[in-house]
């Protein structure tokens, strides 16, 4: 019987360190250390501000990542910032919610994590220009410049100079350029169905029962399709009001039209395809006991997709990292924590 050894992750026998809060910097870390490298997360004596409700510098020559709501330059770079700010300043809230009602800001930290993942991606770039050159790099990203490439539909429309679209458009295309493209009521919650070509036209015109659609000329182009988004809106509701979202998925599905049911976060957790991929990893946790995280989703072919451990409680791993990056000994570590220098950890 031969055995695989797992293939070491790129990143593995680098040390980073982790100064961010909430979610920008630590996802940053976070996919660092899925990536190999070891992440050491530094707090304050009061925590995260998320443990109220990993580690970025690499061995000689350095590199340096700074993750900031607006960046280090222009007139807005001292400005606090959280997700919410920088979801009002980029646009995107303005971008969210129906024509008829006041902005909406997205329901996950969209900017939080957009400015993480450039980060992170800034950062491996600093790495591999390191190996080639020998040489650290500084690597910056503010989150507004980040969340505003998310806006590219609503962009293109004012570049355009299209003033006939609204600022929100609700479950609608974001151009009011296709239909159908909509959140449509089932009879146990909703579901998402677009038609981004005349193939997914017609076949969603035969599951309706309206092939006579195909000849009619208001409905010929795409374009033609989006001036009539209210009829159109309105017979895929009267046939998906009648059904489950399963039901309605399975056959649009099996006639080859995008959709997907809009899903509650019990039924993402249950879902039988991220289970079967294994994104779920069941630890035990010092607090919540047994639950459940997700495994990194950036997958590396051959090595092990990596949760090795719990998050940390706030100062658990004070002594270990002292010894370990300090060398500092038994009665070093007695006398910090006797002048009060190292708080006990928090359980």
Known sequence: MTTTTPVRRPLEGMLVLDLGQIYNGPYCGLLLGFMGARVLKIEGPEGDIVRRRKRSVEPYPLVYGSGTGFGLSGPYRDLPAMDLTIQAMSGIMNATGFPDRPPVKAGPAVCDFLGGVHLFAGILGALVQRERTGQGQFVEVAMLDAAIIALASALGVFMDGDKSVPARTGNRHPALAMAPYNVYETRDGHI??????????????KVLGREDLLTHPDYATTPGRAAKVEQIDAMVTAWTRERTKNE?????????????????????????????????????????????????????????????????????????????????????LAALHASGVIEPAKT
């Open 192 to 205: 998402a169905i677009f038609t981004a070509s005349d193939r997914h036209w017609e076949s969603i015109t």
């Open 248 to 332: 309605v998925m399975a056959t649009l599905t099996d006639a080859h039209v995008p959709c997907a049911p809009v899903r509650t976060a019990a039924e993402v957790v249950a879902d039988p395809h991220l289970n079967a991929r294994g994104v779920w990893k069941e630890i035990e946790h010092p607090r919540r006991g047994k639950t459940k995280v997700p495994i990194s989703p950036i997958r590396l072919h051959g090595a092990d997709p990596a949760v090795a451990r719990p998050a940390p409680l706030l100062g658990q791993d004070t002594d270990r990292v002292l010894a370990d990056v300090l060398g500092l000994g038994k009665d070093e």
